[in-house]
């Protein structure tokens, strides 16, 4: 596969888009008013600058998070349906089983620097590593933005951080928040795996089925705060839906 195949050339821009949504997006929330803030007091000057770097490193840096564990998340959805460790055996071709340097292991760019083949065999890897590892990346930097950069904005019953952006919501956390975020994040990352194994017509693993429903239905019994919205809690359904939508909702819960 030469640098011209159009698979290579549509992943290498897809990167090089996503890395600058990464960095202009978050950039552009320090330049958009919000409410209650008065205009005289958005950041002006080296103030403005260091404010949309911040926003745009922390940006960055939840993308190479989230492409980071679409990485590893091929390797699970490879390796446990066959028994393999995710663990004590390094990232290996599937096809020569040679060991992936260091260098080439990289997320999204590895694929892209090696033109989709292996350095030792120069079979071709399957798009379906780079296109995973860019679309968690996604979402991990999306969920970022949503809530816990907004202060929580997105969540429901529950009042938004008056301290938000980069600095507010990452850098000086709300630990309550930051637990919802992590916790949405490892369903997210959990649900994405098993909705991949299902694609490939494998069978999750006991293992990974029990590690689910007990991250998902356990923590929030250690931690309640994890519910933003109490469950039984009826002024909180009627505010959210129609009363009868609430009725409903709590007669099926309970």
């Given at each position: ?21 990464a960095i202009v ?124 950069v907004s202060g ?41 795996g098993w909705a ?59």
């Open positions: 596969m030469s640098w011209s195949s159009r698979r290579v050339r549509v992943i290498f821009w897809l990167v090089v888009i996503t890395l600058l949504a997006l978050p950039a552009l929330r320090v330049l958009i008013a919000v409410p209650g803030r008065a205009t005289d007091e958005l950041p002006r000057g080296w103030e403005l600058a260091q404010a949309m770097a911040l926003e745009s490193l922390t940006g960055l840096w939840f993308l190479a998070v989230g492409a980071s564990l679409g990485s590893f998340l091929n390797v699970v959805v490879y390796r446990m349906p066959r028994g393999e460790s995710v663990i004590w055996r390094p990232s290996y071709c599937p096809r020569c089983h040679c060991p992936i340097r260091l260098s080439d292991n990289l997320p999204m760019l590895g694929w892209v620097r090696l033109r989709g083949r292996c350095r030792d065999c120069w079979l071709p890897i399957s798009l379906r590593y780079p296109v995973i590892e860019l679309a968690v990346g996604w979402m991990v930097f999306a969920l970022s933005q949503r809530e816990l929580g904005a997105n969540l429901p019953a529950r009042p938004v951080n008056s301290r938000s952006g980069a600095l507010g919501g990452v850098w000086s956390p709300d630990w309550g928040l930051l637990g919802l975020f992590g916790y949405h994040l490892l369903m997210l990352v959990l649900l994405t991949l194994m299902a694609w490939d017509r494998r069978r999750p693993p006991r293992q990974y089925v029990m590690f689910a429903l007990l991250a998902g239905g356990g923590l929030p019994l250690l931690w309640p705060d994890l519910h933003p919205l109490p469950l039984f809690d009826r002024e909180a359904w009627q505010a959210l839906v129609a009363p009868a939508t609430a009725e409903r909702t709590l007669a099926l819960l309970s």
